[in-house]
T-cell receptor
């Protein structure tokens, strides 16, 4: 069975600085997607970034980028120029298109942004 | 596009009563809808997966008779918590996928259920 691990329950970053959130996963499949979701205090889940496993190039969305290491099964999220609005829970999620079509979520990392 | 709504956003009910939560895809047809439960400061726990016109598939440990899921159309799924008890108090989130992109789930804003 697939698993997703987020080993950092909480992280802090100074405003305008860069922070990296870690995520590792375990799977025997070759075709899958990985996601980072943000859940602010409103609790609305917001898609931050998506990575297709077949793509070698790391996904980037403005200040958000990932470091996807398929062999190491690692999928970290880098947030550059951190802003106060980035403070939230961040969840890493795995989806297999050849499996059950369900997301498997990590336990989450709470990001605090210090002014 | 790809907006999912939930109603109500917050509901308080008395112990022993039933409460229904609606999940709607507003601008697309949802192939599949998912129901999650989230406890404070925890991750999302998948409760069940539903496809329009068929019975929901429940995750292990989820009581199907307590959490009734109906997926009546391609834009509406409902979760009914029957004979609610205080331990059912939680935050319930639904999500939906489109036919053309089954890998991406669009999440509703969630419903906070408080059972007194």
């Amino acid at each position: 069975a697939q698993t997703v691990t987020q080993s950092q329950p909480e992280m802090s970053v100074q405003e305008a600085e860069t922070v990296t959130l870690s995520c590792t996963y375990d799977t025997s499949e070759s075709d899958y997607y990985l996601f980072w979701y943000k859940q602010p205090p409103s609790r609305q889940m917001i898609l931050v970034i998506r990575q297709e496993a077949y793509k070698q190039q790391n996904a980037t969305e403005n200040r958000f980028s990932v470091n996807f290491q398929k062999a190491a099964k690692s999928f970290s999220l880098k947030i550059s120029d951190s802003q106060l609005g980035d403070a939230a829970m961040y969840f890493c999620a795995y989806f297999s298109s050849s499996g059950t079509y369900k997301y498997i979520f990590g336990t989450g990392t709470r990001l605090k942004v210090l002014a | 596009g790809a907006v999912v709504s939930q109603h109500p956003s917050w509901v308080i009910c008395k112990s022993g009563t039933s409460v229904k939560i609606e999940c709607r895809s507003l601008d697309f047809q949802a192939t599949t809808m998912f129901w999650y439960r989230q406890f404070p400061k925890q991750s999302l726990m998948l409760m069940a997966t539903s496809n329009e016109g068929s019975k929901a598939t429940y995750e292990q440990g989820v009581e199907k008779d307590k959490f009734l899921i109906n997926h009546a159309s391609l834009t509406l799924s409902t979760l009914t918590v029957t004979s609610a008890h205080p331990e059912d108090s939680s935050f319930y989130i639904c999500s939906a996928t489109r036919t053309e992109s089954s890998y991406e789930q669009y999440f509703g804003p969630g419903t906070r259920l408080t059972v007194t």
